[in-house]
Each structure stands twice: as C-alpha cells, then as structure tokens.
C-alpha cells in the first residue's frame, strides 16, 4: 500500500482499541491525507512518504537538524507523510512537530527561523545554544546533574534497603535450633550459630548440585532409542543449566556467614582488636573494591565476561554489607528501623518513581532545550506538558512516530524472550505494538501522554533488563542505584487493571528480579527505542512506504553497520521484506569512510515496491573548511561518542552543517518532489557524485 488510496477525510468511528494494524493504518492514512490538504502543496495521491531519523544522542540530533534544513529549504520536507524518530533523533522530530504545531506549514514554512517568545534570536539561535542541554539553563551545573543522580539514588536505597534489611535479618535468625556443621567455619572462628536463613540456602546448594548429577544421568539415558522420544532433551538441558546455577548462588550466598568470620579467625590468630575490626571491614570493601577494579579492567580490554565477574563481586560487596548491619548493629529492630521502613512505604505509596528517576531531570532537560517557547499565537502552554495528541495534521505536520521498545526480557513467546524487547510506537493518534495492540493517543494514559515524555522515553539509552546490560548482577545494581532512564506505564491494553502493591515496590522488584518484563504485564516497561531497532526504518516498513530516506548518525567508528544490518534482519524475519543495500559500495573495510549515501530498493511482502536512500554520518569532499577544521582538531568525528551529550558551539554547528551539506549535495535542480530525486538517484551512480571519501592519512 504505497499511496493513500480512497477514503474520507476524516474517521468519526476511529477505534479506541484494536489489535488490528490494517485499522491504525486506515487512521494514519486519512490523518496524512488531512495533512496533505493543509499544506495546500501535496497532492493526495502522492506516493507515501517516510523520513527516519536515528538513535545517536545530541550527536544525532545535530546532524538531523542539518538534513531537515537541506529538505526545508528545497520545499521536500512537507511531503514528507511519515517522520519515524529514535532516541537522539526524536530530539529534533520532536522540536519539528512542536513547532509545526505553533507554525502551521502555510503560515511558515522554515520553522528555524521562527522568532523566539521574548525575543532575541530564532529557533536555530536558540538550539545552537543547547548543545550541552543536560546542564544548561539558569541554575543548572554540572553539580546539578550530580545532585540529580545522587538524589535519585539515595530515595530508591531509603525505599529499597529496609526491605532488603528486613530479609538479610530474617535470614539471620535463629528458626530451629540447629547447629551448622563444626566443620564449616574459617580456622579459628567459632561454629555458626544460628543464620537458618543462611543455613538453608548453603544446603540448597549440594541439593541443587544434587539434582543436577541426576538430571545428568536422566539425559544420558534420554539418548536411548527406547526413550529419545520420551524424554525432552531440550528441557532436560534448560533444567541443568538452571540447576547448575541455582548451586553456585545459593552456596555462594549461603556462606556469607562463614566468609564475615574472618574477623574471629585474626582475632585468633593475632590477638589484635584494630586488625580484627579491619578484616571485618575487608570482608565487604575486599569485593566492592575488586569488583571496581574488574570492571575498570573489563571496560579497558572490552571482556564482557569480566565485566560480568566484577559487578557479582560488587553485588556480593553490598550483600555482606547488609548482613554486616543486620548482625553487628543494632539497626534492625529498633525505633530507627521501623521509622525508615515507615518512611519507604509512605514513600511507595505517595510517590512516582517514574518522576523521581533520571527520566523526569532527563525530560525536562530535553523538554527546555528542543521545545523552546516561540512569538506565536497559542504558545502559551506549557513545552513540557504539551500533549503529544495535539500534534494535529491541520498544521501540515508530518505523522510523528515514536520508537520506543517495550522490554519483553520475561516473555513468554521465545522470539520477544530472545529479542528482549519489542518495538512500540508512540504516535499522535495511536500507541501500542503488535504485541499490545493500539490505543487511540486521547485514551491512552487518560490521553495526557506529553510530547516530551514520548521523546524522553524514546531516548532512554540508560537502563537495566536491555539486551546490553543483559547481566542480572549489573541490572540488579543498576536498578538498586536507581540509574535507569526507561518508563513504567500502562500497557495499552490493560488501561483499567491496577496492581494492588505500591508501585515503587512493585516496580523496583520486578526490574531488580527481572521479572515481569512482559508485553502481557499490565504494566510495561519502555525504554530506548534503539534497543530495538535503531534508524527508524522498522515501523516504515511495516507501513508500506513508497519512498523512505534513512538518515543514520549512531556512532559507528569501526564502519560494522550494524544498526543497518539489524534493521534488514528484522524487517526480512517479521515483514518477509526485502531492502536491497549494495553496502559495498559504502564501506569496504578501509579505514577510510565510503560514500555517504545509497540508494536501494524495497521489496515488500504484499509484492509492492518501494525505494530507500540510505544516509550515513561521514566525511566527504567538497565539505566546507569550518568542518574539516573540526575533523583535524578532533579525529573522532563523526562517530564521536554518544556519551558525549555536551556540546559546544562549533561542535553542534560541525555535525549540523555535515547533515546540511550532505543532504544538499544529493539534491540537484528539478528535484522538486521525491519521485524525482528516486528516479534520478537510482539512475546514478551515487559513488560519481561529489561524496568521494576524504582520505585516511591528513
């Protein structure tokens, strides 16, 4: 379905709720056809549309902002139907749609230039001055992002540790009156007394190790033709691998007791009460401090597997720390205790942890810096509350979609289990995934859902349970410290089921176990849409689009393609689509970047077709010399790294003039529509034009 087709302005009967994506696409189809008339310049049986902008930070954003200039200034970018953003590059489709919906597209066409509210200076004025945007603004430092994180970690430790408190002294207690082995102490300490909560998880260990020799057994036998068919390997396997590491942890954790007496063993053995006090302190600060140094090591030879070692070893750091203040303080128990366990639930019940998280500074940072308050009529409102079902199409805006990714780490269905996560859409008119099902935007989340809540969770990069911080041990610190920029809401499905414990608990527990990560959850867990797919062109896909233009600016220093590579798979694996990309034309594993732009063809399922230009982040000839001058000062760029989220002047204007002029360089007079930039760039040998690579050596 490459064109509109035929149909009414507008759908009076819209769905609230459906699970059918031919009816969201029949709304989206009218909601572009509306769009179309207001610009007064679209025809309505124009071919679809599609502009993706990609995952990258403020680096994406920057560059973006180039490539919206480029199209804006030759008149293509209201024909564009469809703006499909990720994370960075939701930044700045999102700074479009909130002024389009203050400038109407016949009003005024070139949004940048728009006048700011009080005066001085435009639009773009005002973005340039926002490449540090996590700490700009009055009053806002790089001690006030330290404060931020730190407050937002020290309220989740006040909410979550007495609860953890509670079950280490539980643990501690003295249940049955029976004695560990005498054998099982540090030579010189005393034999345990009491700790059956520890006592039980140390023998849990041998009957895990237990049952797994068993099971061992039993899936030899499974390879006996009389039982091969009886027996399900498979689970015989799972279950192995389940018992194995059930053994270890609960052994591990079991002998927490017999590690901590280290203190009666120097006690022993020197007599020396200072040394004794020590070696109980090293009994934590011994993991936590070699668990840093791993994963300082881990990050400098990149060993994932190191890193893994190094943040258990932190975790169990935290573990023995607790059990230290169950058992050698008087905390638990006292009036202190049962105060702060007052206080976390008050806490639990009252609050939001979605707005006492990163996500909430992060928003309001990215709300102040691309929703800038302009001198246009109805501008009064609030930028940060600014309902994303506002985005209307009478403003000629572009149908604004928001990739997000809903974490599926606990699914049921092996593919989105795999995946860990699937894609989810945030749009103007309906919010949901496949998974899901689609709730029209006025109904989801009351129908308040903010554009600057879209975008922020979109932008998420930072969060426990992905498929990059797959570690339980580094999830569970993660979320413990509360360093999570992701999203808890409804799913869309579920708009009237409610938990019945508080939700912090509820919440928190479910991200630190990395349980109840699901899409059948009534509540769900969203975060970074390049979790998932990170250009973009995923949810165009699925819409069938006639044209799609791909800009790419991920970091991508070593030339893997990999966001590309990803977003082919994943279209061919759940579209049955074809995106035929003659990438060698773009990297041939010289240290040298390619061109940087392709085009290619589409190949959709339904037997249609569609064409695709690829952008990508690099340096080309015939650039201007305040970039190259960049360039040799900073070698880095363009795949500078997305951590970097602070900008200065010349580096926002290096990546946003690179998007600019590499955009402009593809567009040539009589370019006047997409249809005719395809045919003349699918008729042209792109690696001819004027985008020959810059060479290595400088």
């Not at 041998?206 to 899936?219: M, N």
């Not at 989340?445 to 930072?462: E, W």
């Amino acid at each position: 379905m490459n064109d509109l087709g035929s149909g009414d302005l507008a759908s009076p009967e819209a769905p609230r709720y459906t699970r059918d994506f031919d009816a969201v696409q029949r709304e989206e189809r009218q909601w572009i056809r509306q769009r179309r008339r207001a610009t007064g310049t679209v025809p309505d049986d124009a071919p679809v549309v599609g502009l993706a902008l990609s995952g990258g930070g403020i680096r994406s954003a920057t560059f973006n902002l180039g490539i919206l200039q480029a199209l804006s200034r030759r008149g293509l970018l209201p024909q564009v139907d469809y703006l499909s953003s990720v994370s960075g590059g939701g930044y700045i489709a999102s700074s479009l749609s909130w002024l389009r919906s203050h400038f109407p597209l016949r009003q005024h066409r070139d949004v940048g230039a728009a006048p700011l509210a009080e005066g001085g200076g435009t639009v773009l004025d005002w973005l340039r001055a926002q490449g540090n945007y996590l700490i700009n603004g009055r009053g806002f430092s790089g001690w006030t992002l330290g404060a931020a994180i730190l407050a937002g970690s020290l309220l989740n430790l006040i909410v979550l540790l007495p609860l953890l408190l509670g079950l280490v002294a539980l643990a501690s207690t003295n249940w049955t009156e029976r004695q560990w082995p005498t054998w099982l102490h540090l030579p010189g300490a005393k034999v345990i007394a009491g700790h059956d909560g520890f006592m039980l998880l140390f023998w849990a260990g041998p009957l895990c190790l237990g049952l797994y020799l068993a099971t061992t057994l039993l899936f030899a036998l499974s390879s006996a033709p009389v039982l091969e068919r009886r027996l399900p390997m498979d689970r015989l396997r799972t279950l192995m691998g389940a018992l194995l590491a059930a053994a270890v942890i609960t052994t591990g954790i079991g002998l927490l007791p017999v590690f901590t007496g280290l203190e009666e063993s120097v006690l022993h053995y020197f007599d020396h009460q200072g040394l004794a006090g020590l070696s109980r302190h090293l009994t934590y600060l011994g993991p936590l401090l070699i668990g840093a140094l791993v994963v300082r090591a881990a990050r400098a030879s990149r060993v994932g597997s190191l890193a893994v070692v190094g943040v258990s070893l932190l975790c169990y750091g935290l573990l023995t720390l607790l059990y230290h203040l169950s058992a050698h303080t008087g905390l638990v128990g006292s009036a202190a205790f049962y105060g702060w366990l007052g206080l976390s639930l008050t806490l639990a019940l009252v609050c939001n942890i979605n707005s006492l998280s990163l996500h909430s500074y992060y928003r309001g940072r990215l709300a102040h810096a691309y929703l800038p308050e302009v001198a246009a009529a109805g501008s009064g409102e609030d930028p940060l509350h600014f309902r994303l079902a506002d985005v209307r199409p009478d403003s000629g805006a572009a149908l604004h979609l928001i990739n997000c990714t809903l974490n599926t780490s606990s699914s049921r269905r092996e593919k989105q289990r795999s995946r860990r996560g699937e894609s989810l859409v945030l749009s103007p008119l309906y919010c949901g995934s496949a998974a899901t099902g689609f709730r029209h935007c006025d109904d989801y989340l009351g129908g308040n859902l903010s554009l600057s809540t879209a975008f922020s969770i979109s932008g998420a990069a930072v969060d426990p349970n992905t498929y990059v911080t797959s570690s339980r041990a580094l999830s569970f610190l993660m979320t413990l410290l509360n360093l999570r920029l992701g999203y808890w809401a409804r799913n869309p499905a579920a708009e009237g089921r409610r938990g019945w414990l508080p939700g912090w608990y509820r919440y928190m527990f479910r991200e630190l176990t990395g349980r109840g990560l699901a899409e059948t959850e009534a509540e769900i867990h969203l975060s970074d849409g390049g979790h998932f797919e990170n250009l973009g062109l995923y949810e165009l896909v699925r819409r069938r689009c006639r044209y799609i233009v791909v800009c790419d600016a991920g970091a991508d220093p070593d030339g893997t393609l990999f966001d590309l590579g990803r977003a082919i798979q994943r279209v061919r694996a759940d579209f049955g689509v074809e995106v035929e990309l003659g990438i060698e034309a773009l990297h041939h594993g010289d240290p040298a970047p390619g061109p940087a732009c392709l085009p290619g063809r589409i190949r959709y399922a339904d037997g249609s077709q569609g064409e695709v230009l690829y952008i990508k982040t690099a340096l080309c000839a015939n650039l201007s010399a305040d970039i190259y001058a960049y360039w040799r000062a900073n070698p880095s760029f363009p795949n500078q790294a997305t951590a970097d989220q602070f900008f200065d002047e010349m580096q926002f204007d290096s990546y946003r003039q690179l998007g600019l002029e590499l955009m402009s360089g593809l567009l040539a007079d009589g370019d006047d529509t997409f249809e005719a930039l395809f045919a003349r760039l699918q008729g042209t040998d792109i690696a001819d034009k004027s985008v020959a690579s810059v060479p290595a050596s400088r």
